[in-house]
């Protein structure tokens, strides 16, 4: 079984920053992709950032030029700094990966609240 344990996540004022883990163990097949996603109250599921095994990454516009994705792939570790964040980036965010089988693996999520 693939266990995904996320971290970093809680409460933080608007401006503020929070810094996101995920550590993947288990029986995994190489790891082409992770990443992680969010889903506010009311929204369905939405990418936040992505990143490559050669280090190649993907963001959603909403968090361009404030988010930054990074991995260690020796420890199959994914990160996530958020700055300058904003009411609206209040979510779960789930840490996720994809191996070449390719096969999808979930973390169980970790809370953002972004509030005043």
């Known amino acids: 079984q693939v266990q995904l344990v996320e971290s970093g996540g809680g409460l933080v004022q608007p401006g503020g920053s929070l810094r996101l883990s995920c550590a993947a163990s288990?029986?995994?097949?190489?790891?082409?992709?992770m990443g992680w996603w969010r889903r506010a109250p009311g929204k369905q599921r939405e990418l936040v950032a992505t990143?490559?095994?050669?280090?190649?990454?993907n963001y959603a516009d909403s968090v361009w030029g404030r988010f930054t994705i990074s991995r260690d792939n020796a420890k199959n570790t994914v990160y996530l700094q958020m700055n300058s964040l904003k009411p609206e980036d209040t979510a779960v965010y789930y840490c996720g990966v994809i191996d070449d089988k390719p096969r999808a693996y979930w973390g169980q999520g970790t809370q953002v609240t972004v509030s005043s």
């Open positions: 288990g029986s995994i097949f190489s790891i082409n992709v």
């Open positions: 990143i490559t095994r050669t280090g190649c990454t």
